[in-house]
């Protein structure tokens, strides 16, 4: 049995060339392939939304939440098994900005109550949306090696940005104040999360390995883009209450990028409406 479980998470290490993002098609295909599958599946995703009501959208997000749910799964196997024989990997930790998509879908497909279910589709259309598409247009270094992580990142973000786009082009969330708005609430909540299981596991746990949430702990420098160069200069508390802004601030510039490109597929579908019309 042993040795059955061993060739089976062998498998699921398989190996190949790490995907280079903008590159040449040789060292990038894998990278411009996901892209793809992220504009047709938001395009299918989107049609879909404008046929259902709200049971029907919560089904849909349920069944992507076990999706997410199951590649996650197989992130912490693979890295507790392939990269440091069977010792889990604190950093690895399921609960990172991205990581809340996973949790947001679940909570929304499973909710029977109203503003739970328009509190988490207005974090999915801003929050969840802004984490997906960074990672999308911007990969830095989510690539590795092995061929059965790199789909799960991609599977994992690309879904992000499908959700929320197609919540916008669907017209399920209508406007960035009202997605926004409703859209903290379930934001503010996993960041005070990230910050409470920082703090537990600095107090209680210090010597487990590098554990930072959000990328906030104190006990370390982050790595995010324009926050690494401000974190030396404020206190602890202050810089987690600026990520939170910055992150707000972000997510609602990328909501108005998609909501922009909307209204005009929709001015373009009209012009062409009417110029048929004509003829």
């Known amino acids: 049995m042993k040795e059955i479980i061993n060739k089976i998470l062998e498998l699921l290490d398989l190996q190949m060339q790490e995907p280079i993002p903008f590159s040449n098609l040789e060292q990038s295909w894998f990278y411009y392939l996901s892209l793809v599958l ?48 069977w010792q889990y990997r604190w950093y690895a930790f399921p609960f990172q900005f991205c990581s809340t998509a996973m949790y947001a879908t679940l909570i929304v497909g499973l909710t029977k109550n109203d503003k739970i279910y328009d509190m988490g589709i207005g974090f999915l259309a801003t929050f969840s949306l802004f984490a997906g598409s960074a990672v999308m247009f911007y990969p830095g270094d989510v690539f590795v090696t092995t061929i059965g992580i790199n789909i799960q990142t991609m599977v994992y ?28 609430i379930p934001m503010t909540i996993f960041w005070m999360i990230a910050i409470l299981l920082n703090g537990f596991v600095n107090q209680f746990y210090p010597n487990i ?37 910055g992150i707000t601030f972000a997510s609602y510039v990328t909501f108005n990028i998609f909501y922009g490109l909307k209204q005009l597929s929709n001015l373009s579908s009209r012009q062409y409406a009417f110029k048929k019309k004509n003829i």
């Open 209 to 245: 390995g590098t554990f930072n949430m959000f990328f906030i702990n104190s006990r370390y420098n982050t790595s995010l883009p324009i926050l690494s160069i401000i974190q030396p200069y404020l206190s602890a508390p202050v810089f987690q209450v600026v990520y939170l802004l």
């Open 38 to 85: 992220v504009i047709l599946g938001s395009i299918f995703l989107t049609l879909k939304f404008k046929k259902l009501n709200q049971k029907g959208i919560q089904k849909t997000l349920l069944i992507i939440s076990i999706i997410l749910i199951i590649f996650e799964i197989y992130k912490q196997v693979n890295f507790s098994y392939s990269n440091n024989n």
């Open 157 to 184: 973000h690309g879904s992000m940005v499908v959700m929320g786009v197609a919540l916008i082009f669907s017209g399920h969330v209508k406007s960035v104040s009202d997605a926004l708005f409703k859209g903290l």
